[in-house]
C-alpha cells in the first residue's frame, strides 16, 4: 500500500508539457499585456489613435489572448494544484472581460 502523501515523479513528458505551458502562457501573456496597454490608452487618449481602431482591435485580442493565458496558466502547475487555479483564472478572466467591455463600451 503506496502513502497518499508521497507523490509519484512526473516523467519527462509532464515536464516538457510544463515547460511548454509555461512558454506559451508567456508569450500570449506578453501579446494581452500590449494590446490591453493599446485599448487603454486609445480609451483614455494617451496615443494618437485618432480613430479609436486601437481600442477596438485591441480590446478583442485582449480578450482572446486573456482567455487562452486563463486556460493554459495552471497547465504549468502540479496536477493536485489545478483545479483551484482554473477556478482563480477563470475568474479572473471574467473580471479582465467586464474591464475591458466597459472601457470598449464607454468610449
Do not use: K
Not at 2 to 30: C, K, S, W, Y
Not at 47 to 66: C, E, K, N, R
Amino acid at each position: 500500500m503506496t502513502d497518499p502523501a508521497i507523490q509519484p515523479r512526473p516523467g519527462a513528458a509532464a515536464i516538457i508539457g510544463r515547460v511548454f505551458a509555461g512558454l506559451v502562457t508567456a508569450a500570449v501573456g506578453a501579446v494581452f499585456l500590449l494590446c490591453a496597454w493599446v485599448a487603454v490608452s486609445s480609451r483614455f487618449g494617451t496615443s494618437q489613435d485618432a480613430h479609436g481602431y486601437g481600442l477596438i482591435f485591441g480590446t478583442f485580442v485582449a480578450i482572446v489572448t486573456a482567455f487562452i493565458v486563463a486556460a493554459v496558466l495552471p497547465l504549468v502547475f502540479p496536477r493536485h494544484r489545478r483545479s483551484r487555479l482554473y477556478a482563480v483564472t477563470l475568474s479572473s478572466f471574467v473580471a479582465v472581460l467586464v474591464l475591458l467591455i466597459a472601457l470598449l463600451v464607454t468610449a
